[in-house]
């Protein structure tokens, strides 16, 4: 039944992109008689997003990058022909400079271990064929014909897994708390709802590996003795959704779902739960609430959810790469998994990079990895040359850590003392350009927005803490302001019921607790040296600028006069602070100054005498 | 689709479904077709059909690549054979009617087809 092909051309990226470069890939291998012994597979997303559509070419191992329906001919006659790599769209490694050919040799991939994302990318996600040929479904038969329960549950307490929906509960004991917990009906949940605004591991998994989350969730109910599991899902997530459906239509056919599975006796089913996406709404008890057709607010849990959780009954909730990971602790071993990682954070650890870094997209790598590894080894470092200020772990409510922390090693325990948290692995990289007040302001604008508003702290608090910080950015904020920014953080922090009330506080505890003086250079100096807020930072070209004129060119209002070779100088009356001139110089010729500062220096004479010289010859 | 009533079963239809996707797992063997332009014009493509043909009656689980022009075209199309950790042993002058001996003795049993062998290189 199976065809043999001798290459599979993996093509990643196509999620929201028009169908030409698969129409123009089946065409020229129909066109050169190649349909027969190649073939493309349509995977998911391998965490590629800064250089998409992406294409691996297997066995070979050759991986091109940003590939469009032009380069297909080429790409078929050298490639595929004639066993030549083209050379311009291989991956260029920003930190040498140079092309890599194969994948296994790309320093960002060499350095991740993927044990959540293993399949993301390397099959066919509507293929159960692929899955189990790649060796699924091997962990739920092991485990329904040679496990009990108890075993099932002593292998994943034994590995030491932590839920990876970032609260990073141990798993095992979660299970085990459901499995002993009284009542007939039993649930397992899978929360696939992630509501960080740069954080999209959860929505790759789903569209890229359904029957990974499948499999292990039919696992974790064979342990817990559930017999109906939900996965919940933003329904913005369509294409997710189509994937998670269709697997799960894929393994009832095969019998891997539904009654008597396996021949084992054990029935379970699932079904898909779709909300509306947003930050609240992936709390555990908030998606158990929506799941019962009620408001997605959490409540207080003095009962444990796994006693009494979705309809009252006993539940086990875990984030999708959670349920991702359990086959492969069961196939491998919990020991295998506890090797992985430190002392009391195990295995590894899905994040999304994104900001000021090179290779923005979805990473994974065992826990522990340093901060420094992660940007510099695995994301290839900054982008034009520039310095690291500062990085957020942990999604908008996670802690902004300085450039003195970088040797930190990224594990549960370690984040949380430096002021930060796993959470969903959301990653944010700022440069020395970035203005980490802003920062603050701009998450807690965010988590404002995000509060379900049930607890006045959490609602007022940060509306309230939002309103200093605005101020400050404005110049409008006093030294007494950071204290009562420390207090309210700590109000609001302690009091609120739920993840997100009490995490809000963190970019402003953090950013207080390692950037204060910046927070005083805006309230005594009325300067923003990061060149960020508008109120407080006026640009300024040194006498010592060589006239190259790139920043007349970039300037949108034509704000910046000076001759051809001589020193440039900013009107500041139409200069809209927009820092396009700053991005444009090669030679750092811009400085920032505060407001206060640039009053006192001599206005741009040359405008009045020579208002025409300045776009000459340009 | 038959339901999957156990592990054994499901083990077989493993084995019977990873030859669909061999060219992603590891193989032992690796055979590489020379395509550049004087191996395509003297045969090359008809060879590459035929080995792809015989691997699939044979079953054998082998990665079939192709290569580019190594210089030696007047014993084009070249063929290599790289078996696990043994020397890489390149056939010159090969078409389809050669294929299947090489799959027999070499690729299958380990018996390198002397008499037509151009050039061996250690691993």
Known sequence: MADQYRADLLVSCLHDRPPELLAAL???????????EIRVVKAGCRGWCAQGPVLHVQPDDTFYVGVQPADVPELVEETLVKGRVVERLTFRDPATRKRVHRYADIPSHRKQLRI???????????SIEEYIALGGYEA???????????????EVKKSGLRGRGGAGFPTGRKWESARHAEGEIKYVLANGDEGDPNCFMDRALMEGDPFSIVEGMTIGAYAIGAHQGYIYLPFEYTLAARSLQAALRRARDFGLLGQDILGSGFDFNITLRLGARSFVGGESTAIMHAIEGKPSEPRAKHVHTTDKGLWERPTCLNNVKSWAIIP?????????FAEIGTERSKGTQVFSLAGKINVTGLVEVPMGTTIRQLVFDVGGGLPKKRYFKAIQIGGPSGGVLPAGLLDTPMDYETLAEAGSMMGTGGVVVMDDRTCVVDVARYFLDFLRDESCGKCSTCREGIRRMLDIMTGITKGQGSLADLDQLEQLAKVVQGVSLCGLGKTAANPVLSTLRYFRDEYETHIREGLCPAGVCRSLSRFHILETCSGCGLCVKACPEDAIIGEKKQAHMIDQDKCLRCGACREACNLDKIEIVSPQAIAMMPKPAVVAVKPAAAGRGR | MP???SLDELRALRQQLQRDVQARTAAATTITVGMGTCGIAAGAREVMSALLDDLAARGINAHVTTVGCIGMCSKEPLVDVKRGDDPKITYGNVNPTMVPRILDEHVADGRVVEDWVVA????
């Open chain 1, 26 to 36: 089946d065409a020229e291998l129909a066109h050169r008689g190649l349909d027969k």
């Open chain 1, 116 to 126: 959540a994302l293993r399949n993301c990318g390397l099959v066919n996600p509507e």
């Open chain 1, 140 to 154: 739920l038969a092991k485990a329904l014909s040679s496990m009990t329960p108890e075993q099932v549950i002593a």
């Open chain 1, 328 to 336: 492969e602790i069961i196939v491998k071993g919990g020991d295998w």
């Open chain 2, 3 to 5: 339901q999957l009533k």
């Open chain 2, 120 to 123: 061996r290189v250690a691993a």
